[in-house]
């Protein structure tokens, strides 16, 4: 059964800093991308970065770019984001999500295991 588990969210000020995790298991890992994505309130789920487990590639929204940084302990099978100087755009719900392809990214539709979610509340 493939589970994927975020921790790392909370409350933070505006220029702050917060590391999400997300463990996974029940599938290769190596073979996965994973990918964050986040659905502030009334908004639509969006992409925010994927990395590819098998060769290292990363990809991110326009919107974090320079900001939030993704990586991956394979030994571990856990992959976080370094998220820096936040924002109140930020807040939102937090999930990670696997496929075995990540040209799938950043479409949500396309990504067929999520992780529960976890809150991320920038204050401003």
């Known amino acids: 059964e493939v ?7 909370g409350l933070v000020q505006a220029g702050g800093s917060l590391r999400l995790s997300c463990a996974a298991s029940g599938f290769t890992f190596d073979d996965y991308a994973i990918g ?11 992409g925010v970065s994927c990395i590819s487990s098998s060769d290292g590639r990363t990809y991110y929204a326009d919107s974090v770019k320079g900001r939030f940084t993704i990586s991956s302990d394979n030994a571990k099978n856990t992959v976080y984001l370094q998220m820096n100087s936040l924002k109140p755009e930020d807040t939102a719900v937090y999930y990670c999500a696997a496929d075995s392809n990540s040209d799938s990214w950043p479409n949500p539709l396309f990504f067929g295991s999520w992780g529960q979610g976890i809150q991320v509340t920038v204050s401003s």
Not at 36 to 46: C, D, N, S, T
């Open 3 to 9: 589970q994927l588990v975020e921790s790392g969210g």
């Open 36 to 46: 964050w994505f986040r659905q502030g309130l009334g908004k639509e789920r969006e």
